[in-house]
């Protein structure tokens, strides 16, 4: 008998009919012999629509009451998946009188505990007293995905897309033998088959490569989630809700075994949503660069590319990109950095620009796969803006305009198209 965590996303969940999917589906796992948890998603659409309810109020929503807002669509969800479940058990008659199917849980039901960084806290620990009993009585508990409590008994959320954190933390407190994340795709693909048409599904890949491609953009799963699986060895099973085929495996790198070696480059990511800042005449000297990227860490702004040019006459210039979304509060730290500190700064902006990156832990080992990439942008008249690179991942920043073009011509340039 396996203990398997079902995390159902938005789409999953998305209308009273994928509802009742969901819970013949848990209920047929289930029966299969296996120990069932899920954990849901709000009902895609509906985080963003509480996002924007409380955009028209402030532009910058910051505080308790926001993460309680935004949590609520985790609730509805929960309500009515384990309402579903427990009408399904009925109908089938699988069920002893007066007994139940499922429970429906809440973050602070369960004890979901997190720090009290509003909007992206983390998760500290979970308590699993309440989810073993539920589960020694094959009582399948819907746990709502996404949401926590702090010590002072504030509801907290994990950051958009978090209730893959959630599952694979719940997965990882209870030692599950697998964690399904049933996503409205049938799994992790070689690039984003909207901008490429050649894009493949991968059937395996490495938490390594999991992690850069998530953190490039490409949204089947939370970042955070593979770096909790990875820490605690999980396999990840990213697969489709609408079609019952496998999905993609996400794994160790040794589990990979000598497949990898042959993969140089496993995908291509790109993120539409950059931002250049450019700030300029800043006087040069030592704990410069750490005031201004301190300021912006304790905003919780991740800042991504970062270069700093050769000073000249004592005066340094340093660009680096945000993503969109705190575009604004990036802008506003600095206006106060220049109030306060370096009144000389000028800053420049740069939005409309993407990031397309190649992905692959072969690129350890192979030489070459950077020009590579260079030339294969420069032959598609595609030109380069910024550049970084690490030990897997080499990334470009260029127009947002040139993204689609970008993607086809790395997928291709990079033998992607080709079956795995
Ligand atoms: N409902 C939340 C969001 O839309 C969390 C999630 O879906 O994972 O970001
Ligand atoms: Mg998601």
Same mark, same amino acid.
């Given at each position: 008998?396996?203990?398997?965590?079902?995390?159902?996303?938005?789409?999953?969940?998305?209308?009273?009919?994928?509802?009742?999917?969901?819970?013949?589906?848990?209920?047929?796992?289930?029966?299969?012999?296996?120990?069932?948890?899920?954990?849901?998603?709000?009902?895609?659409?509906?985080?963003?629509?509480?996002?924007?309810?409380?955009?028209?109020?402030?532009?910058?929503?910051?505080?308790?009451?926001?993460?309680?807002?935004?949590?609520?669509?985790?609730?509805?969800?929960?309500?009515?998946?384990?309402?579903?479940?427990?009408?399904?058990?009925? $109908?089938?008659?699988?069920?002893?009188?007066?007994? =139940? %199917? &499922? #429970?429906?849980? !809440?973050?602070?039901? @369960?004890?979901?505990?997190?720090?009290?960084?509003?909007?992206?806290?983390?998760?500290?620990?979970?308590?699993?007293?309440?989810?073993?009993?539920?589960?020694?009585?094959?009582?399948?508990?819907?746990?709502?995905?996404?949401?926590?409590?702090?010590?002072?008994?504030?509801?907290?959320?994990?950051?958009?897309?978090?209730?893959?954190?959630?599952?694979?933390?719940?997965?990882?407190?209870?030692?599950?033998?697998?964690?399904?994340?049933?996503?409205?795709?049938?799994?992790?693909?070689?690039?984003?088959?909207?901008?490429?048409?050649?894009?493949?599904?991968?059937?395996?890949?490495?938490?390594?490569?999991?992690?850069?491609?998530?953190?490039?953009?490409? $949204?089947?799963?939370?970042?955070?989630?593979?770096? =909790? %699986? &990875? #820490?605690?060895? !999980?396999?990840?099973? @990213?697969?489709?809700?609408?079609?019952?085929?496998?999905?993609?495996?996400?794994?160790?790198?040794?589990?990979?075994?000598?497949?990898?070696?042959?993969?140089?480059?496993?995908?291509?990511?790109?993120?539409?949503?950059?931002?250049?800042?450019?700030?300029?005449?800043?006087?040069?000297?030592?704990?410069?660069?750490?005031?201004?990227?301190?300021?912006?860490?304790?905003?919780?702004?991740?800042?991504?590319?970062?270069?700093?040019?050769?000073?000249?006459?004592?005066?340094?210039?340093?660009?680096?990109?945000?993503?969109?979304?705190?575009?604004?509060?990036?802008?506003?730290?600095?206006?106060?950095?220049?109030?306060?500190?370096?009144?000389?700064?000028?800053?420049?902006?740069?939005?409309?620009?993407?990031?397309?990156?190649?992905?692959?832990?072969?690129?350890?080992?192979?030489?070459?796969?950077?020009?590579?990439?260079?030339?294969?942008?420069?032959?598609?008249?595609?030109?380069?803006?910024?550049?970084?690179?690490?030990?897997?991942?080499?990334?470009?920043?260029?127009?947002?305009?040139?993204?689609?073009?970008?993607?086809?011509?790395?997928?291709?340039?990079?033998?992607?198209?080709?079956?795995?």
């Amino acid at each position: 008998m396996a203990l398997v965590v079902q995390k159902f996303g938005g789409t999953s969940v998305g209308t009273i009919e994928r509802i009742q999917h969901v819970a013949r589906w848990a209920l047929d796992s289930q029966a299969r012999g296996n120990d069932i948890v899920l954990v849901v998603s709000a009902m895609s659409g509906e985080t963003n629509r509480l996002v924007e309810l409380a955009k028209q109020i402030h532009p910058m929503p910051d505080s308790h009451e926001y993460d309680l807002l935004i949590a609520s669509g985790e609730q509805v969800a929960v309500g009515l998946v384990t309402l579903a479940i427990n009408t399904e058990a009925e $109908k089938r008659g699988s069920l002893k009188k007066g007994q =139940l %199917a &499922a #429970k429906g849980l !809440l973050g602070y039901q @369960v004890g979901i505990f997190t720090d009290n960084i509003f909007s992206k806290a983390r998760i500290q620990g979970i308590d699993t007293t309440r989810l073993k009993s539920l589960i020694s009585n094959q009582i399948i508990p819907v746990i709502a995905g996404f949401q926590g409590v702090d010590s002072e008994s504030n509801i907290t959320t994990l950051g958009r897309g978090g209730s893959d954190t959630s599952a694979v933390a719940i997965a990882a407190a209870l030692k599950a033998d697998d964690c399904e994340i049933y996503t409205d795709v049938d799994g992790v693909y070689t690039t984003d088959p909207r901008l490429c048409r050649e894009a493949r599904k991968m059937s395996r890949i490495s938490y390594e490569e999991m992690m850069e491609l998530a953190s490039l953009g490409a $949204k089947v799963l939370q970042i955070r989630s593979v770096e =909790l %699986a &990875a #820490k605690y060895r !999980l396999p990840l099973h @990213v697969r489709s809700s609408f079609n019952p085929v496998e999905g993609t495996r996400v794994v160790s790198q040794e589990l990979l075994g000598g497949q990898m070696e042959q993969v140089v480059v496993a995908g291509v990511a790109a993120d539409g949503a950059q931002v250049k800042l450019t700030l300029q005449n800043i006087t040069d000297g030592p704990g410069v660069v750490a005031q201004i990227f301190g300021a912006l860490s304790r905003a919780s702004i991740v800042v991504d590319v970062i270069v700093q040019d050769i000073p000249s006459n004592g005066m340094l210039t340093i660009s680096f990109t945000v993503g969109r979304s705190d575009h604004l509060k990036a802008r506003q730290v600095l206006d106060e950095l220049k109030a306060k500190t370096f009144s000389s700064l000028r800053i420049a902006e740069e939005s409309d620009l993407a990031k397309v990156s190649v992905v692959g832990v072969g690129m350890q080992h192979h030489p070459g796969v950077a020009s590579k990439m260079f030339q294969l942008l420069a032959d598609a008249d595609i030109n380069i803006k910024l550049i970084t690179t690490s030990e897997i991942k080499i990334s470009c920043l260029i127009a947002a305009e040139k993204t689609k073009q970008a993607v086809e011509c790395l997928h291709r340039g990079f033998d992607l198209n080709r079956a795995d």
